[in-house]
């Protein structure tokens, strides 16, 4: 446990650093737009906030950890399994560095069970991870949660290998 926080801290220091060195090359740029014309010049600066301006483009990052936007679930299980716990830490780290920017977090289940067991499965799956998050730093404010159990699959099939695909929860900025 203290690995994992220590690893969380680590990795909210080094988002914490880039996201600073991000917003004070961007920072005048912002600001001189903003004051040219407050119209046009502001929707494309995705905001009022610098921290949101240089957040969102490590959102877009393929080499980021944040580019995982899915993890996966075992059978009947809301457990999150060892090797997605990087992504929930980098994603509570994200969060807990830019504060002003919100998530939604989905969860779905594959198709064995009645539509209410697997819509409450689902939303154990995104609770899960939700309370992951807070307890490494994330506003419980800054997530929400949908549950869709099995009503919108990733794979059409009848098999484990569908199936497996299916037991998941989305993360969507």
């Known amino acids: 446990m203290i690995r994992i926080l220590l690893l969380c801290l680590a990795l909210g220091a080094t988002l914490s ?11 005048a740029a912002v600001e001189d737009k903003s004051g040219g014309g407050a119209g046009k010049e502001g ?8 921290e949101k301006a240089g957040g969102l483009a490590a959102l877009n990052d393929p080499d980021s950890p944040l580019s995982v936007r899915t993890v996966y679930f075992d059978y009947d299980s809301s457990d999150i399994l060892p090797e997605y716990r990087g992504t929930v830490e980098a ?32 939303e154990r799956r995104a609770q899960s991870v939700k309370r992951q998050m807070v307890l490494l730093g994330a506003s419980a404010q800054q997530i929400s ?29």
């Open 17 to 27: 650093a880039c996201s600073s060195k991000s917003a004070k090359d961007q920072g």
């Open 43 to 50: 929707a494309q600066t995705y905001g009022a906030g610098e």
């Open 91 to 122: 994603h509570a780290a994200f969060l807990a560095a830019n504060p002003t920017v919100n998530m939604s977090l989905e969860g779905h289940a594959d198709e064995r069970g009645s539509r209410e067991y697997n819509l409450a499965l689902g």
């Open 145 to 173: 949660i949908t549950s869709y159990g099995e009503e919108r699959p990733a794979v059409e099939g009848h098999d484990e290998s569908a199936w497996s695909q299916n037991r998941r929860v989305e993360f969507l900025y």
